[in-house]
C-alpha cells in the first residue's frame, strides 16, 4: 500500500486526482498505476484499470488468478466490474470513498451474488495518510481556483478603470 501511495504522489504532481494502486501476485508486482484520466484524455483511466492492463500484459492473460490489488480508494462501479472480470482474488484499499464507492459506501457491488467470480476485500489500510493526501489535494485545488477567481476580478477592476 505503501507503494500505491507513491503512485498517487506522483498523479498527483500532473493535477490528477491522487488514487494509486498496485497488483501482486506471491511477492511480484504485476502491474502499478496511478489516476490519470485528464491527462491521458481517458474516462476509464483509474489507478485500477491502468494497473489491471499492465498486469494482464506482464502475465499475457487477462484472468490475474491469485493476484491482489491494492489501491489507495475504494473502487468505483467501473474498477469493481473490471476486478470481477479479471478474477483478482484480493482487493485491498486504503480510505473509503463516501460519495461513489463501490464496495462499501454507496454501494456494495462485490457482496452481490449474481458475479460468477468473488473478490475478497478488505479496508482500512493506511486509510488515514490515503484520505490525508485526498483531502490535501482537493483543498489546495479549492484554494487556486480562489485565487484565479480573485485575479480574475482584479483584472476586470482594471479593465473598468480603463473605460
Ligand atoms: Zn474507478
Redesign the pocket.
Known amino acids: 500500500m505503501d507503494y500505491a501511495f507513491q503512485l498517487a504522489a506522483q498523479g498527483e504532481k500532473l493535477g490528477e486526482v491522487p488514487?494509486g494502486a498496485v497488483i501482486v501476485c506471491g511477492e511480484k508486482v504485476l502491474g502499478e498505476g496511478f489516476?490519470q484520466p485528464i491527462s491521458s484524455h481517458d474516462p476509464t483511466a483509474?489507478?485500477?484499470?491502468i494497473a489491471l492492463r499492465q498486469a494482464a500484459q506482464n502475465v499475457q492473460n487477462y484472468r490475474l488468478v491469485d493476484a491482489s490489488i491494492y489501491v489507495t480508494l475504494e473502487?468505483?462501479?467501473?474498477?469493481?466490474g473490471?476486478l470481477v472480470h479479471a478474477r483478482i482474488a484480493r482487493l485491498v484499499f486504503g480510505t473509503t470513498e463516501p460519495k461513489a464507492g463501490a464496495v462499501v459506501s454507496k454501494s456494495q457491488l462485490l457482496d452481490n451474488d449474481y458475479f460468477n467470480h468473488r473478490v475478497n476485500y478488505a479496508g482500512g489500510l493506511m486509510a488515514q495518510e490515503c484520505q490525508h493526501q485526498l483531502s490535501e489535494f482537493f483543498a489546495l485545488r479549492r484554494e487556486q481556483k480562489r485565487q484565479e477567481k480573485v485575479k480574475r476580478q482584479e483584472a476586470q477592476v482594471e479593465q473598468e478603470k480603463h473605460a
Open positions: 488514487v489516476n483509474h489507478a485500477e484499470i473502487p468505483c462501479t467501473m474498477c469493481v473490471a
